[in-house]
């Protein structure tokens, strides 16, 4: 029973496209968080959503844009996809903001071509 | 600026050969210095939370701990399972999300 799902795992698609991923939590935490991760494996937040509310934006360009749905959904919406959006993004979430740690999905890879 | 750093970015160790991983920080009034295995593939795993300055948690051959400004990783008689790479992690001051280091990707062959 997987605790933070994503969906798809990959992702391959042509510049210009628009695409979503999708995010799911099992364990009833309060709050997620998506993540960059880089061809050089360094992790960066991109968003949180508390209790359906964004709590910080990391100078993420407009492009990206969650959506909540509710507090068990986090999704990820990208418009006009440009070959420097290809990485792993991971899903994650936590209780209290964290203070226990982060839950993490296994990582959506995009590809864009 | 909240700053995680991580030291080696890469280490190869022998089977049975002990070494540490660091981690130093510059985040205002730390709120918890955290430490993850991420295997290829996969996303990051928890592994230890700290608190405060002295404090020593352990995992099998893992050993976590933490002074006033950085945390070291223990990694005693490592196995080759034991691969992967070790980030460490803080709340940014605003204490609403994690600030990760680069890792530093451990090989233990046989």
């Known amino acids: 029973d997987t605790a933070v799902s994503q969906t798809p795992k990959y992702l391959v698609t042509q510049m210009g496209n628009d695409k979503s991923i999708k995010c799911e939590q099992n364990?009833?935490?309060?709050?997620m968080y998506w993540y960059k991760q880089d061809s050089k494996k360094f992790l960066k937040i991109m968003f949180s959503?508390?209790?359906?509310?964004?709590?910080i934006n990391e100078t993420v360009p407009n492009r990206f844009s969650p959506k909540s749905p509710d507090k068990a959904h986090l999704n990820l919406h990208i418009n006009s996809l440009e070959l420097g959006d290809s990485a792993v993004y991971f899903c994650?979430?936590?209780?209290?903001?964290?203070?226990?740690?982060?839950?993490f999905g296994s990582g959506t890879r995009l590809t864009v071509v | 600026e909240d700053q995680v750093t991580q030291s080696p970015e890469a280490l190869r160790l022998q089977e049975g050969e002990s070494s540490s991983l660091n981690c130093s920080y510059t985040?205002?009034?730390?709120?918890?210095l955290f430490w993850y295995r991420q295997d290829p593939g996969k996303g990051p795993e928890f592994l230890f939370t700290?608190?405060?300055a002295g404090e020593e948690k352990e995992k099998e051959r893992l050993k976590a701990t933490l002074t006033k400004k950085e945390s070291f990783l223990h990694i005693t008689a490592p196995k080759p399972e034991d691969s992967a790479t070790y980030l460490c992690?803080?709340?940014?001051?605003?204490?609403?999300?994690?600030?990760f280091g680069k890792g530093t990707t451990l090989s233990v062959s046989s």
């Open positions: 994650a979430s936590s209780q209290q903001q964290g203070m226990r740690g982060y839950t």
């Open positions: 364990l009833g935490h309060d709050t």
């Open positions: 959503y508390n209790n359906k509310e964004l709590i």
């Open positions: 985040v205002s009034g730390l709120r918890g």
């Open positions: 700290l608190y405060s």
């Open positions: 992690a803080a709340p940014n001051q605003a204490g609403t999300a994690l600030i």
